[in-house]
């Protein structure tokens, strides 16, 4: 194995698991999942069927990944926080095959007990807070909060907020990096 599998976790034959990979205590990846190199799963998470993570995702513990779901890399998982993949569940009307769609984005940080409506992507280095409840398509680079999540601010790659002077230019207080506000979209400057 090019991977770690704590002795509690359960991994089902055709899950593909990248190497590096971490996976800790009473974790469950099904059938046909796929993880990249260098990820690192919780303690009690469930990866369903179907579902990719890209390489260098973290994942916190007490996360449940439903099928439907796609994480590009370096998505950061927060602690519990919640995806959905059927718009109108009812337990007496089987929905298998209607799982909808919901792609996290290259570098996307989602916080602890947020909860993904299906259907909703998240932009690249978007920053979803601690509790949202996102029930719309988040561009990149936004910061959203609340429930419903709401856009009050941009954050940069490094995950700091990002202050736009009279011409729309930011500049990351820890990488110095610069960023471009034009339209509502913003864009890294490459210098």
Not at 87 to 109: D, F, H, I, L, M
């Amino acid at each position: 194995m090019d991977y770690f599998a704590h002795e509690t976790a359960v991994i089902d034959e055709g899950a593909a698991i990248g190497k590096g990979t971490k996976i800790w205590h009473f974790s469950h990846i099904m059938n046909n999942a796929t993880l990249g190199e260098g990820c690192n799963i919780g303690q009690n998470v469930v990866v369903s069927p179907d579902v990719t993570l890209g390489k260098n995702c973290k994942v916190q513990n007490n996360v449940s990944i439903y099928s439907g779901v796609i994480c590009e890399e370096d998505v950061f998982l927060g602690p519990s926080m919640v995806f959905t993949n059927v718009t109108n569940p009812r337990s007496a009307v089987n929905r298998r095959g209607q799982y909808e769609r919901t792609r996290v984005k290259r570098g996307a940080s989602i916080g602890a007990n947020a909860t993904i409506v299906c259907g909703h992507d998240i932009g690249e280095f978007a920053f979803i807070g601690a509790g949202a409840v996102v029930t719309k398509h988040i561009p990149a680079y936004a910061l959203v909060v609340g429930n419903p999540a709401k856009q009050i601010g941009w954050m940069s790659e490094y995950g700091h907020r990002l202050e736009f002077n009279h011409e729309g230019i930011a500049t990351c207080p820890e990488s110095k990096e610069k960023y471009k506000l034009d339209n509502h979209t913003v864009t890294k400057i490459n210098e």
